[in-house]
């Protein structure tokens, strides 16, 4: 590993002359054991340790939780709570390892411990057995594991990860060919799918929309809740030709598929609205611009576009949006996660007047931005609504 320099900074302004000061008190081992024992400052190292802790074992926690999810433990106390032993016999784990395992997701909140000693589920650890998806989506994340097992090459961009190969949909059209490959995406992505659709729905009034297409729409698992949510509404789904034609792909009542990319094929005309849940994320900017400026051409005037994905925290870095879901995409070599302000400063590249950004339930599932075509043909003036 090659050693780096430590930046120099030979004339520093006073302001970062003190910051500086106080990084290196703070880095100092001497005042650290200090303040450990002063009492005004003690609750405070004490917190700033754990959470440094917190950070330093996450993937103990990450890979606890894995062996939880893989022995379908969570399912196994749904009904009542089992000792380390019943457990242990159940999945082919000595005893006193199980109990490793059981307290490792006791200390991640999962599980807690009856007054007996035996093992149940916390409120988090039932809904990790019953928010769909979830354990799906936990399972596949062996594949971003192995792709940062050496996270400097990672983000040097030195890595030829896995995930990239998981998702060979996302290199276009044609890439993989292969219905097995494809159903499993498109099983993952439909499980999912229901909570970001649920919380896209509560952010979104569909109130005037006669035909609404989901661009890389999937399974169209979203424009079934949407028209669930909108008795009046149709619903065209656009898709790659090896995801609309999967087995069984049948997208419900009211809604029709049609199959072609959005980098080479025309889109579909006729949509008063266009939604895009789930898609920038997983391609370039060069990518996404020409999409959104082939969505806003396709919509008429006064058409409404819905971008429905996880973001970035912009000027304030989120766990979901800047660690999980930015390293993810950057596992896929062909995305990345975008802050609200950069997906609206492209939609206003692409034509759109303006555009709302509407709260989210739980940004860490979704977060939404609506972008309207301007009502009149002349050019608008990009006026964005806050
Ligand atoms: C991350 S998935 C999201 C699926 C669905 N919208 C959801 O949220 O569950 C991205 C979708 O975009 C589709 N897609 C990718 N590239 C495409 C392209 N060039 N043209 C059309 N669809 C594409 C994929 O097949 C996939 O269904």
Redesign the pocket.
């Known amino acids: 590993m090659t050693e780096l320099p430590i930046a120099q900074h030979p004339v520093r302004p006073p302001q970062r002359r003190i910051v500086a000061r106080l990084n290196h008190l703070l880095a100092s081992p001497r005042f650290q054991a200090l303040a450990a024992g002063l009492p005004g400052l003690r609750r405070l190292v004490r917190r700033d340790g754990e959470a440094l802790f917190g950070l330093v074992a996450g993937f103990c926690s990450s890979q606890a939780l894995m062996a939880l999810v893989q022995l379908r433990i969570p399912e196994m106390l749904l009904d009542a709570p089992l000792s380390a032993q019943a457990l242990g016999r159940r999945c082919a784990m000595p005893p006193e390892r199980m109990d490793v395992l059981l307290r490792a997701n006791v200390a991640g909140g999962l599980l807690k411990m009856t007054r007996k000693g035996d093992f149940a589920l916390t409120r988090k650890g039932a809904a990790l057995a019953g928010v769909p998806g979830l354990r799906e989506m936990i399972l596949h994340h062996d594949v971003l594991y192995r792709d940062l097992a050496d996270p400097v090459a990672f983000f040097r961009g030195e890595t030829e990860t896995e995930l990239a190969g998981f998702w060979p949909?996302?290199l276009?059209?044609g890439a993989g060919g292969d219905p097995e490959l494809a159903a499993r995406y498109?099983d993952l992505?439909?499980q999912?799918?229901r909570m970001?659709a649920a919380d896209t729905l509560a952010a979104v009034d569909l109130t005037g929309i006669r035909l609404l297409m989901?661009?890389?729409?999937?399974s169209g698992?979203?424009l079934r809740a949407a028209c669930d949510a909108a008795p009046d509404l149709r619903g065209l789904v656009?898709?790659?030709p090896e995801?609309v034609g999967a087995a069984g792909a049948d997208p419900g009542p009211r809604i029709r598929a049609a199959a072609?990319?959005?980098?080479s094929d025309p889109l579909p005309e006729g949509a008063d609205a266009i939604s895009l849940?789930?898609?920038l994320y997983?391609h370039s900017d060069q990518t996404v611009a020409q999409l959104l400026a082939k969505v806003h051409a396709a919509l008429p005037p006064g058409g409404r576009l819905i971008i429905s994905e996880p973001m970035t925290g912009g000027a304030r870095p989120s766990v979901a949006g800047d660690v999980y879901f930015a390293l993810y995409t950057m596992a896929m070599r062909t995305g990345r996660a975008r802050s609200a302000d950069r997906i609206e400063a492209l939609c206003k590249t692409a034509g759109f007047a303006r555009t709302q950004r509407r709260v989210a339930r739980r940004p860490f599932v979704t977060s939404v931005i609506i972008a309207e075509k301007c009502q009149s043909k002349l050019t608008d003036n990009n006026v964005r609504l806050n």
Do not use: E, N, P, W
Request: charge should be negative.
């Open positions: 949909y996302v276009g059209a498109s992505m439909t999912s799918q970001v989901d661009i890389g729409g999937g698992a979203f656009f898709d790659l995801v072609g990319s959005f980098t849940i789930r898609v997983d």
